[in-house]
């Protein structure tokens, strides 16, 4: 079935990545710019919210522009306006949503709130408009979406519908990540930096706890949490060096193993076709190659620009509401705690 064509302008402001994209049909990645505040935040050791709304400020507009002349094209060419509206820190958000608005005002089109969640999911649609297409996702399939602020598994039986299996109980998969970083002394974001020191490491060093939550399709990281922690502490306390590699890789594979195992029980349990992993924890490369390799079905991760935040994904997941006419009203607030489903 060939679906309209559609030009999408994303924008994304939900945490601490100013970025526009353009995106055709849904797939295509016509121009994608992201503006790190990585730099600015890691000196307070995580994402300090105000100083991120007044970044935001400052970036957005030269952002939108760069994602428009990188893809050759003026507002007239765009179809919709895409945008973030929520989960995320509300006054990022806010940047966001009053810039949709006022292009969409200014240029007569349609303005389209998209959750940042299914903009996770939705990048693993993508392709750069130099590339060739890979296989687009078939339903039905089950996503696995793990950022610093989810851990969610998702069943989707066609496009814009999502059932919430289960999640975190506790910590967001990223957010365990960032936090062990902090006690380890590693620099923030804390994911990159554990996959870093693991290099150097043996992940059988340290046996953490894996928590399988059976009967439900939940995760805990709170159990792996304490237990690096208490380890951390008994080696002080015995005024021996803390051996960082060993800790991070046999955390990130304690972590690692408990997302894919369940994973795949839930994708055999419903029969799914096929997996998505998303979300910027999906950027763990631990984490990446134990499903690819574990999987019996197809496993959809995007490539690692994709993973992290990003515009593409808001413009991609933005498509699917174009074509169904499912628009928004212009006063749309921020929704900073929206569920998927
Ligand atoms: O999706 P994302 O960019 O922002 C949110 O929506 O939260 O995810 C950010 C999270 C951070 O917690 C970061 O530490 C984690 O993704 N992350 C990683 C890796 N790269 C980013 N975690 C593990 N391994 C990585 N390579
Ligand atoms: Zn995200």
């Given at each position: 079935?060939?679906?309209?064509?559609?030009?999408?302008?994303?924008?994304?402001?939900?945490?601490?990545?100013?970025?526009?994209?353009?995106?055709?049909?849904?797939?295509?990645?016509?121009?994608?710019?992201?503006?790190?505040?990585?730099?600015?935040?890691?000196?307070?050791?995580?994402?300090?919210?105000?100083?991120?709304?007044?970044?935001?400020?400052?970036?957005?507009?030269?952002?939108?522009?760069?994602?428009?002349?990188?893809?050759?094209?003026?507002?007239?060419?765009?179809?919709?306006?895409?945008?973030?509206?929520?989960?995320?820190?509300?006054?990022?958000?806010?940047?966001?949503?009053?810039?949709a608005k006022g292009i969409a005002l200014a240029a007569g089109k349609p303005l389209i709130g998209v959750n940042h969640l299914e903009g996770h999911i939705y990048s693993a649609w993508l392709y750069p408009a130099n590339a060739s297409?890979?296989?687009?996702?078939?339903?039905?399939?089950?996503?696995?979406?793990?950022?610093?602020?989810?851990?969610?598994?998702?069943?989707?039986?066609?496009?814009?519908?999502?059932?919430?299996?289960?999640?975190?109980?506790?910590?967001?998969?990223?957010?365990?990540?960032?936090k062990i970083a902090r006690l380890l002394d590693l620099p923030y974001p804390g994911g990159p930096s554990i996959q870093k020191a693991s290099a150097a490491g043996k992940e059988t060093a340290f046996n953490f706890p894996r928590a399988t939550l059976e009967g439900t399709w939940d995760f805990s990281f709170s159990g792996v949490k304490t237990a690096v922690l208490r380890t951390v502490e008994a080696l002080r306390a015995e005024g021996r060096p803390l051996p960082i590699a060993d800790l991070a890789a046999s955390f990130q594979a304690a972590v690692a193993d408990v997302l894919v195992v369940k994973t795949l029980l839930a994708a055999n349990e419903h029969k799914v076709r096929e997996i998505i992993v998303a979300g910027g924890v999906s950027a763990n490369k631990r984490l990446r190659e134990k499903i690819l390799s574990e999987s019996a079905r197809p496993v959809h991760i995007p490539p690692l620009s994709l993973c992290t935040d990003n515009a593409a994904m808001i413009a991609g997941a933005g498509?699917?509401?174009?074509?169904?006419?499912?628009?928004?009203?212009?006063?749309?607030?921020?929704?900073?705690?929206?569920?998927?489903?």
């Open positions: 079935m060939s679906l309209p064509p559609a030009r999408i302008l994303g924008i994304e402001t939900s945490c601490d990545e100013t970025a526009a994209a353009i995106v055709s049909d849904g797939r295509v990645i016509e121009s994608s710019v992201v503006a790190s505040q990585v730099d600015l935040h890691a000196q307070y050791g995580g994402v300090f919210p105000e100083l991120a709304s007044r970044e935001h400020v400052k970036a957005i507009h030269p952002i939108v522009q760069g994602a428009l002349q990188g893809a050759h094209l003026n507002i007239e060419d765009i179809d919709g306006i895409a945008v973030t509206q929520g989960p995320g820190l509300a006054g990022s958000l806010v940047v966001g949503v009053n810039m297409p890979h296989q687009a996702p078939r339903f039905p399939l089950l996503a696995l979406l793990v950022s610093g602020g989810h851990s969610e598994l998702v069943l989707m039986t066609e496009h814009l519908t999502y059932q919430r299996l289960g999640g975190t109980l506790d910590d967001a998969a990223g957010e365990a990540f960032d498509y699917y509401h174009y074509i169904q006419g499912d628009f928004s009203a212009f006063d749309i607030d921020v929704q900073p705690t929206w569920p998927l489903s």
